[in-house]
Every structure is written in C-alpha cells, then in structure tokens.
C-alpha cells in the first residue's frame, strides 16, 4: 500500500495515522530508504505495508480522517496539530 504524505507530516505523523504508534515510524524509515527525520514533501508517496501496531488507534484516524501532522514554524518552534477533545476523551 502507498500513503500520500500531507502537509507538515513527518515519518512519525504517518506512523500515528496509520498505524497507531510512533515505534511504526522505524519499519516505515526502512521500507522507504530514508531516515526517521527526512524531511517529507506534501503530495509524495510512500509506501506503508500492511502490519498490525494498535490498530484501535489507527482504525480512529482512518473513520475520522485525522492526518496528524508536525511542522516547524519560523520561530523553529514546533507546532502541532493532531488531535481533538474527542479524541483525547475517547483514548483517556
């Protein structure tokens, strides 16, 4: 299967949304070629194979079309939108 990456998602964002946990981001770094901290570009595809990690979590991001995504402003603080209240009620 293949992934198209949002804007501002990393390896680890993906790994959230598709599987469930950050650990998924090193299987994904090493599918790919790449390190855990290459920058990704909006719009490119990478492949994500079909494993099992948590996938309660992952089924979430799917039926809600949650595409956690980390990005690093100007000020090269880092920003983050991922979740809403719901979601952090529902995984408390």
Known sequence: MKTVVQAGQTLL???VQEYGT???AFMLARTNDMGITDTL????EIETPEKVYN???ADYCQRNSVCPATSETASNAVRLRIFTEQFTE???
């Open 41 to 44: 570009q909006a719009g490119q």
């Open 90 to 92: 529902q995984f408390k």
């Open 22 to 24: 950050i650990e998924a």
């Open 55 to 57: 996938s309660e979590l």
């Open 13 to 15: 964002d993906i790994a």
